[in-house]
């Protein structure tokens, strides 16, 4: 229940007050020894202080999730947390540990058939090339995660690419295309 209520608050856009819940719950869970819950919570706080900004916060609630996850043998949990891991390490810049962890999750997602996580990770390497001003890379990225997005009436608040593909296509003088 506390990760639907978390999501709940995501879809709301109220991130920080998903994350102050998870983050609760998270300290309750450790009192109790409810390890095994502890790597679904962390990586579900993670996604919810990445969008609230707190960028210190997602990568150590995503590096414990991951490494939880693995330990405990909760294969889909540490594909979420990568996932996080690798948005991180697009908004930084840090190229080679965002391909790294970015391939990783590609594959995990692969086994488990997990298109979503899949085109995370591809918006995550847009982001990652648009940073570093590599704007037809980044298009070409960001078009195919807003196209599948598009053809099935797709829109996650925070993962939708709309605004940054806006942006690259800004960025190279495709105004219409912008404006569209």
């Given at each position: 229940?506390?990760?639907r209520?978390?999501?709940?608050?995501?879809?709301?856009?109220?991130?920080?007050?998903?994350?102050?819940?998870?983050?609760?719950i998270?300290?309750?869970?450790?009192?109790?020894?409810?390890?095994?819950a502890?790597?679904?919570?962390?990586?579900?706080?993670?996604?919810?202080?990445?969008?609230?900004?707190?960028?210190?916060?997602a990568?150590?609630d995503a590096s414990e999730?991951?490494e939880?996850?693995?330990?405990?043998?909760?294969?889909?949990?540490?594909?979420?947390?990568?996932?996080?891991?690798?948005w991180?390490?697009?908004m930084?810049?840090?190229?080679?540990?965002c391909?790294?962890?970015?391939?990783?999750?590609?594959?995990?997602?692969a086994e488990?058939?997990?298109?979503?996580?899949g085109?995370l990770?591809?918006?995550?390497?847009g982001?990652?090339?648009?940073g570093?001003g590599?704007?037809?890379?980044?298009?070409?990225?960001l078009?195919?995660?807003?196209?599948?997005?598009?053809?099935?009436?797709?829109?996650?608040?925070g993962?939708?690419p709309?605004?940054?593909?806006?942006?690259?296509?800004?960025?190279?003088?495709r105004a219409?295309?912008s404006?569209?």
């Amino acid at each position: 229940q506390a990760g639907r209520l978390a999501a709940a608050l995501g879809w709301l856009g109220r991130h920080e007050q998903a994350h102050a819940y998870l983050a609760e719950i998270v300290s309750r869970a450790r009192a109790a020894g409810a390890v095994g819950a502890l790597p679904h919570l962390l990586a579900s706080a993670s996604w919810q202080a990445l969008h609230a900004s707190r960028l210190n916060e997602a990568y150590a609630d995503a590096s414990e999730a991951f490494e939880l996850a693995e330990e405990l043998d909760q294969p889909v949990t540490a594909a979420q947390a990568l996932g996080v891991v690798t948005w991180l390490h697009a908004m930084k810049g840090d190229e080679a540990r965002c391909r790294t962890s970015g391939e990783e999750t590609q594959r995990r997602a692969a086994e488990f058939g997990f298109t979503l996580y899949g085109l995370l990770v591809s918006l995550c390497f847009g982001l990652l090339e648009l940073g570093r001003g590599r704007v037809e890379e980044a298009i070409g990225q960001l078009e195919s995660v807003a196209r599948h997005a598009d053809e099935r009436d797709l829109f996650i608040p925070g993962v939708s690419p709309q605004l940054e593909l806006a942006e690259a296509y800004a960025r190279a003088g495709r105004a219409e295309q912008s404006e569209a």
